[in-house]
Nanobody, 124 residues
Framework: QVQLVESGGGLVQAGGSLRLSCAAS????????MAWFRQAPGKVREFVSA????????YYSDSVKGRFTISRDNAKNTAYLQMNSLKPEDTAVYYC?????????????????WGQGTQVTVSS
């Protein structure tokens, strides 16, 4: 089992940047593909980005492509989401997730482990 703890959320103006971190503990971090999802009030949780366990494959939703970058540091057991050019529509609770799968990384149901979430608020 793996435990995930997100950090780095906050309030930022439109056009600004934030970097989210997801610290993992438990079983070998490098065995897991990692992802970020987000959930805005009244909306379903949606896929944002995913990264294979070796870090050689990345996936992004169309809404964040070119603005967000996912990465990982297996030595630090941490995944990151660098968010640039933030927009008010990026406002949501952001969740880190982990899975032993290598396929279907864009689907919420593929993930077995979730963090508690971190709030990101982008003001206009």
């Amino acid at each position: 089992q793996v435990q995930l703890v997100e950090s780095g959320g906050g309030l930022v103006q439109a056009g600004g940047s934030l970097r989210l971190s997801c610290a993992a503990s438990g079983r070998t971090f490098s065995s897991y593909s990692m992802a970020w999802f987000r959930q805005a009030p009244g909306k379903v949780r949606e896929f944002v980005s995913a990264l294979s366990r070796r870090g050689d494959s990345t996936y992004y939703s169309d809404s964040v492509k070119g603005r967000f970058t996912i990465s990982r540091d297996n030595a630090k057991n941490t995944a990151y989401l660098q968010m640039n050019s933030l927009k008010p529509e990026d406002t949501a609770v952001y969740y880190c997730a982990a899975t032993l799968r290598e396929l279907d990384l864009g689907y919420r149901g593929s993930y077995d482990y979730w963090g508690q979430g971190t709030q990101v608020t982008v003001s206009s």
